[in-house]
């Protein structure tokens, strides 16, 4: 049996539009440039691993991979575009979910770090709707099933055919035994408000949902017919572009690859490095401050840009290609000033410039990919590191933040540690750290200098702070000690605290993709000789333990 | 059993008058059908005698009973064949198991998804030919055409029944939306590819009947192996109807043949078109055509869903009792599969190649139609073969769809495809040239066009000169 995650060859995140081989991203010249159309057409043979033909536009994490960076290209090559359209360039199908064959042969490692890509990804799309100002219609122009209903619910509006066959479907349950894992049931109910029974109906019922009935439930906006589906979609579109709050101008910001030099174990990004140590199961993930001038141009060189891209590839590249490295030491390096003046600096061009929110959205970004990553986190801050505002959230995200008590040691704060960068349950690091008293993060506002060992700890920004005599072995046994756990333990446990606080859609899609998900994608009635989804495609059928848990 | 009541208002064998919520919610349906029936059905002849046979019992008398009725008034009713007393399950995981009387929960929506695409069919293809009778090529086709017609008619009905007596008010909307879809339209298309093309001649409606009705066949002695017994009482007695339809298409096409081979020799150059007819290399395209879209019918080579059906009894082989291994879950069946650019032969578990062993039953039965027309050619004394491409040739399901390949069933370029794909399907120039043998209807009793060789004999007994539709009767 294929096995993507056991193939010798590592997964990359890198792609272009010019190298799409799923997707056709462009800008119908109808709506003169505002409208960018994103169309899926999957080709069968395309798979990232081979032993499983893509058919009916299902997908693999390829596929996702390359939706992810289309988003991204919207955000910061087309400031001008104001509404996105998601539709198939295939007849009849939208999308048939995530590939049924891709999953039964992936390890569960594999399918767990797929699905939470793909809610990312998702939570991509309505993020760019949200705070960038261009909203995202799903024009559902043949049957949408699973993940494929699932990418239509990531979408602001949802436009169905209406032609007697097209259906919007979530058949997770009554075909595979297993749930949908990219968000379908929350979204159902908590974004587009499905009633909860008509929502039970619904997704136990393979064939799904089609026409006037999908309006009523409210699983869709709109049906249309054929001959009515284009001027439906324009109307929709010209709405949205009406409304969109979208003010940016001007050239977008073209993103090149991300540089990374691989030796070993070893990737040496510009800012970033990351070191492998496969016998320990440790990972060192270090980032270097910014130099220079801050109020540079802000191309894709731009620290505040480069350092979190390549984060951001570093993050995906352990989830995906590190399997067995359970603990990541966070390191930084570099001048605590200079970080602060790059934070600074951003913050007020994003009152006025587009691409500084964008790219304050991507730091964002990346420090939730941080926060999501399955991995203990550790914080080291010693001598020459510079965790301080935008690189102090890094340690914030950390599972323990150990600072060793010297001189010359510091953190700080700056503007974006009060607003900038909130968790998935929507507060702030820092406001997540301190639930029990919100008046202390009112108070830290006020601490605008540099903070010693001593000013961390009795401000409750660090766990522990061992002196350079004990500092050494503290940081070994405490590694040591956290690498020896259960790594199922750990990332029930470390998902558990790091989103103390209220629910939210996403926290709850995250939760939920962790628990319920994962916990059925795990039991013999799914993935057991006789389970659903060992079953699927085979000639016998599944058989059931019966047993509620 | 085959106690049929026929003075209400739907003629029945399944005691429809003892449940009467059945029976109004029937009665509710059959005005639209009617409705539809006159929107959709024949266009021009409603108001005319036709001599037509009509199922009044499913007993060997009862069933083909022929008289002269306008075909509004035509009776279409409900029949079941007769029960096969402690029938039991034949195939699959619950062979041996008593077989269903009731819809078991588990299957209720792949039953109803069955169903409602097999009755999507029937009254498809009314409307596919609804305009043909303006241009028949006589009377005794016209007839027959109309015999088609009110049959796909009833077995839309037979469909509606099952879908009203057990899948409750999903059923019943089912059943609206089989009289909402339309052929060929756009924003309301018939749920099957082949049903929406254009029958727009009766070349293609020989085709139709011979090809695509034949699917209809093996699909219904699929369903008459169901575990759901009243679904394979249902389609055992459509079976009946369903073999005059093969006639039709297998004796037209037949005749077209003899009519062709004779014009060839009444030609000094063997022109046929010259002389007004139907030459065999314009005919031989209709078939590819025809064929390659019938075999679509039948769905992927591989198939997920063709595995379900058969391991929980829903739907199972033509003729299962033939069969040895009834259980069919460790067999493997051997398929030319396209890799990498080329053919290969491999294994393929023999329940997910379901589709591909029925579609196998029904090519064996087409070569048996066409090896009869190439002996009415060889007696001509012509010097043609009719051949039947391979399954590969221009398929939009399955393995080989998006791929190219000749009828021979090779593997070739798209470039050599769009060189040459004139050659084996019709061309525009073709169609107008069959389309313009069949502009003016043969209304004359026993008068034949020009185009096409009287049959053998006419029906039941009477004489082909009979006058099949009394078209002047209005």
Redesign the interface.
């Known amino acids: 049996m294929a096995d993507p995650t056991h193939d010798d060859a590592p997964i990359r995140f890198e792609t272009h539009p010019s190298r799409y081989r799923h997707w056709k991203l462009d800008f119908p010249a109808t709506y003169g440039g505002r409208v960018a159309r994103l169309a899926m057409d999957v080709q ?1 043979d395309g798979g990232l691993r081979p032993g499983y033909p893509m058919k009916l536009n299902s997908y693999d994490l390829g596929v996702d991979i390359e939706l992810a960076d289309a988003i991204s290209r919207v955000r910061f090559e087309h400031p001008e575009v104001r509404a996105l359209v998601v539709t198939s360039a295939k007849d009849r199908i939208f999308c048939s979910g995530a590939n049924i064959y891709m999953l039964g042969s992936s390890t569960h490692t594999f399918k767990v770090n797929f699905c939470k890509y793909t809610n990312e990804t998702r939570l991509y799309l309505e993020e760019l709707s949200a705070l960038s100002g261009v909203p995202v219609l799903c024009a559902v122009n043949g049957t949408a099933s699973g993940g494929g209903y699932e990418l239509a619910l990531a979408c602001d509006e949802i436009l169905l055919q ?4 097209t259906a919007v479907s979530l058949p997770e349950a ?1 075909l595979l035994a297993v749930l949908p894992g990219t968000g379908g049931l929350t979204r159902v109910t908590d974004k587009r408000k499905v009633r909860r029974d008509l929502a039970d109906v619904f997704s136990t ?3 799904g949902v089609r026409g006037k009935r999908a309006v009523d439930w409210r699983l869709v906006d709109e049906s249309a ?4 589906f284009e001027a439906a979609l324009k109307a929709r579109v010209e709405a949205m572009v009406a409304r969109s709050p979208r003010s940016a101008t001007g050239e977008g910001l073209a993103l090149p690859p991300v540089s990374v030099t691989r030796t070993g174990d070893v990737s040496a990004y510009k800012h970033v490095l990351l070191q492998v140590d496969r016998g320990r199961r440790v990972a060192e993930l270090t980032m270097r401050g910014p130099e220079g001038d801050p109020r540079a141009a802000l191309t894709a060189e731009h620290w505040s840009v480069e350092a979190w891209r390549e984060l951001d590839d570093a993050l995906l590249d352990l989830r995906f290609n590190h399997p067995t490295v359970g603990l990541v030491v966070l390191h930084t390096v570099g001048d605590i000033e200079a970080v602060r003046a790059f934070d600074r600096s951003l913050v007020e061009r994003a009152r006025s410039e587009w691409l500084a929110r964008e790219v304050l959205l991507l730091q964002k970004r990346v420090l939730k990919r941080l926060d999501l990553t399955a991995r203990s986190l550790f914080a080291l801050v010693e001598p020459a590191s510079c965790f301080a505002g935008s690189m102090l959230e890094l340690a914030l995200a950390a599972d323990r933040v150990f600072m060793i008590d010297a001189a010359s040691t510091h953190v700080a704060l700056s503007v974006v540690n009060f607003g900038a960068f909130p968790m998935s349950n929507g507060l702030t690091r820092l406001e997540s750290r301190f639930l029990y008293d919100p008046s202390v993060v009112t108070r830290l506002k006020d601490e605008a200098g540099l903070m010693d060992a001593g000013d961390a700890l009795k401000a409750g920004l660090v766990t522990f702070t061992p002196d350079e005599m004990d500092w050494d072995d503290e940081v070994r046994v405490a590694i040591e000690e956290r690498t020896s756990l259960s790594p199922d333990a750990m990332t029930g446990m470390e998902a558990n605290l790091r989103f103390a606080g209220p629910e939210t859609m996403e926290t709850k899609i995250f939760g939920r993709l962790s628990a319920w998900q994962n916990w059925i994608f795990q039991r013999p009635n799914a993935v057991g000789a006789a389970g659903a989804l060992t079953m ?6 599944p058989v059931f333990d019966y047993r509620r848990t | 059993m085959s106690s049929v009541v026929n003075d209400t208002r739907i003629p029945n064998n399944v005691d429809l008058s003892s449940d009467k919520k059945l029976q109004r919610a029937l009665e509710e349906w059959q005005p639209n059908f009617i409705k539809w029936w006159g929107a959709m059905g024949p266009e021009g002849f409603q108001q005319d005698d036709v001599f037509l046979r009509t199922a009044i019992s499913v007993d060997h008398e009862g069933w083909a009973n022929f008289d002269y009725v306008r075909m509004p008034e035509y009776r279409w009713g409900i029949f079941l064949a007769d029960p096969v007393a402690d029938r039991t399950i034949g195939f699959g ?1 619950e062979m041996g198991k008593p077989a269903w009387q009731q819809v078991p929960g588990e299957h209720r ?2 039953l109803r ?1 069955l169903i409602v695409t097999q009755g999507d069919t029937e009254p498809a293809s009314v409307e596919q030919q609804r305009l043909l009778g303006q241009t028949c090529p006589s009377l005794y086709d016209l007839r027959n055409l109309f015999q088609v017609n009110v049959e796909e008619g009833r077995h839309l009905w037979a469909m509606v029944y099952l879908l009203h007596s057990h899948f409750g008010r999903d059923g019943r909307e089912e059943a609206e ?1 089989l009289l ?2 339309r052929s060929g339209d ?4 018939r ?1 099957l590819g082949t049903f929406n093309e254009p029958c727009p001649e009766w070349l293609s409606f020989f085709m139709f009947t011979f090809f695509t009705d034949r699917d209809g066949k093996y699909q219904l002695l699929a369903l008459a192996e169901s575990a759901f017994d009243p679904l394979s009482r249902t389609t055992r007695f459509m079976l009946t109807e369903e073999a005059h339809h093969m006639f039709v298409g297998e004796t037209g096409i037949l005749r077209v043949v003899q009519r062709s081979a004779e014009l060839a020799k009444l030609d000094p150059n063997g022109d046929v078109r010259k002389q007004g007819g139907i030459d065999l290399p314009t005919l031989q395209k209709y078939l590819n055509f025809w064929f390659s879209s019938s075999v679509d019918l039948f769905g992927g080579e591989v198939s ?1 869903n063709a ?2 059906f058969f ?2 009894g829903l739907k199972g082989r033509a003729k299962e009792a033939g069969h040895e291994d009834h259980v ?3 067999g493997t069946y051997r398929m030319v599969t396209p890799e990498g650019g080329a053919l290969v032969e491999r294994d393929v ?4 190649a379901m589709n591909e062993v029925l579609r196998d039953e029904y090519v064996g039965d087409c070569q048996r139609g066409v090896d009869k027309w190439n002996r009415a050619i060889a007696e001509k004394g012509v010097d043609f073969e009719l051949k039947i491409p391979s399954r590969r040739f221009n398929r939009n399901v399955g393995l080989y769809a ?1 791929m190219r390949f000749n009828p021979a069933g090779e593997l070739i370029t798209e470039e050599a495809w769009q060189a040459q794909s004139g050659q084996w399907l019709p061309s525009e120039a073709d169609r107008a040239y069959v389309l313009s043998l069949m502009t003016k209807p043969v209304y004359e009793p026993g008068k034949m066009a020009h185009w096409i060789a009287p049959p053998k004999q006419g029906i039941k007994g009477r004489p082909v000169d009979f006058e099949y539709v009394r078209h002047d009767a209005r």
């Open positions: 069968e209406d032609d007697g066959s009554p019922l393979a064939e017919s054929r001959s009515k699927y495609g085979q000639p016998g059928r | 995981d929506n792949t998804r939306g909402e879809r756009p924003d309301k298309p749920i997920s595995a379900s391991a929980s069919a879950l460790h578990a023999l329940r997910s998006g």
